[in-house]
């Protein structure tokens, strides 16, 4: 009986609060229970789907439809809600915009970090660097994430919003005299700077088209210091991001809009030795990482009174490329993975059921191939060359492998707030876990948290 009086009391109480309901849903756990996939960095996008406020993290245009806004993006458990896991940095991050004029707003994110420099093969990249000079062993101090923050402006000129955004975030970690060796030291630094613009523009008669690019450049530096009279060795790895996104969503009746759209990145980095200590002669190794990943895809919207089905099929191609030479006659190493997607499909399906209760169900499934080539320059070597396909659906989210990935989802709205989720699917076999399951599956999974004070 208890029970049963808590679910009607909290469903009165949405219920009441709906009446006077300005909250704005969405975000990325809306993204995950409909469908999304890989995007970018961190992200689980539904490509097809327009006007959600995750595309904020791409577009910084974004924010001039959501002034006097604040999101967050909570972990604490997997896309299907199993687990209390996937709670940890590059999982959570939060925003906040503020309408300063009916043109102009301003606004902030937090700990979103697109960028590859947190990325463990950026770090494996400079390491495999130092082990081939043979100068000296790689730093043993673990590297703490870089802690990102980014300022975004957007302006609303009638048919057209344009955003700027100006990102930047560091990390350190030093020691001193850690073998009690007189003047030994060891320092690890690392920071990202990023600038971001985007443009949305009103076609009218409901088309609409969006366009942004974004251009980050990432550093580290691993520095040792043996003793005083020694001198130091440094390394350094320097990289380049640019990523460029467009979609169209053209109208093609009253319920149907077409939706095709392309997005590039590309990361070049390249490691070298800055700095040598006394009595060691400059290595003459090179080494060149490059990443490459194209997405285009077509799709359509179909929108009617509190339904949306959102859904495509997309091209992807991911290609790492990783080349280790000298000067001749000294042979060059090259190691190439290319993983291609095709078709890759997201489907998304959401309906309000009342006015503060949403549900949603999404279906994300890539047919991949993975071609893996080792080479060499040596007199008489072969290429190595190793093709893999199977379908595949690993969100980074709290994904996982497997022949294809369905997400269930809500949505609630309670005044001026939103609250997103994806929903394990035991929720519907055993009941509310918040309530009193005695089984240790979460009924919640991703959420995103959002407030619409405007």
Do not use: C
Not at 144 to 152: G, I, K, R
Not at 204 to 209: I, L, N, Q
Not at 327 to 333: Q, V
């Amino acid at each position: 009986m208890l029970k049963r009086l808590t679910v009607l009391a909290i469903a009165i109480a949405f219920a009441a609060g709906s009446a006077f309901a300005d909250a704005k849903n969405g975000g990325i756990a809306r993204e995950v229970a409909m469908g999304g996939g890989p995007a970018d960095g961190n992200l689980v996008l539904n490509p097809f789907i327009f006007g959600d406020p995750s595309y904020m993290l791409i577009n910084p245009a974004y924010q001039a439809q959501y002034k006097d806004y604040a999101w967050s993006n909570i972990g604490g458990g997997t896309t299907a809600g199993l687990t209390t896991g996937d709670n940890g940095y590059g999982k959570q991050n939060a925003g906040v915009s503020f309408g300063l004029s009916k043109e102009f707003s301003l606004g902030a994110v937090l700990s979103y970090d697109p960028s590859s420099i947190n990325n463990p093969a950026y770090r494996n990249a400079l390491n495999t660097f130092i082990n081939g000079t043979g100068h000296r062993a790689p730093n043993p101090n673990g590297l703490a994430p870089v802690d990102v923050f980014e300022v975004v402006g957007a302006f609303g000129l009638g048919n057209l919003d344009l955003g700027f955004a100006v990102l930047y975030g560091w990390s350190n970690n030093d020691a001193k005299g850690t073998t009690g060796v007189a003047g030994q030291e060891a320092q690890i630094s690392a920071h990202v700077f990023g600038v971001r613009g985007g443009l949305n523009m009103d076609l009218g008669g409901g088309s609409r088209f969006e366009a942004s690019a974004a251009l980050r450049l990432d550093k580290m530096t691993d520095l040792a210091t043996t003793s005083a009279t020694s001198g130091s060795s440094e390394f350094g790895l320097a990289a380049t991001e640019l990523q460029v996104v467009a979609r169209l969503r053209l109208k093609v009746s009253n319920r149907v809009a077409f939706v095709p759209y392309g997005s590039f990145l590309s990361i070049s980095g390249d490691p070298k030795e800055d700095q040598v200590p006394t009595g060691v002669t400059a290595t003459t190794l090179s080494m060149t990482n490059t990443v490459t990943v194209l997405a285009v895809g077509a799709g359509a919207e179909y929108k009617v009174s509190n339904f949306l089905l959102a859904g495509g099929v997309s091209f992807n191609s991911n290609t790492t490329k990783s080349e280790q030479s000298a000067p001749s006659p000294a042979p060059t190493f090259t190691h190439t993975v290319t993983v291609t997607g095709f078709p890759v499909m997201n489907l998304g399906m959401e309906w309000w059921f009342v006015d503060w209760l949403a549900g949603r169900v999404g279906y994300y499934r890539s047919f991949q191939s993975t071609d893996t080539k080792d080479e060499s320059s040596a007199p008489g070597s072969v290429a190595d060359e190793t093709i893999v396909f199977g379908g595949i659906s690993n969100a980074p989210i709290g994904g996982y492998a497997g022949d294809g990935i369905v997400t269930l989802g809500v949505g609630l709205r309670f005044g001026n707030f939103g609250l997103d989720a994806t929903v394990s699917e035991e929720a519907l076999r055993r009941g509310l876990g918040l309530i009193g399951a005695s089984d240790n599956i979460n009924t919640f999974g991703y959420m995103t948290a959002s407030f619409n004070f405007e």
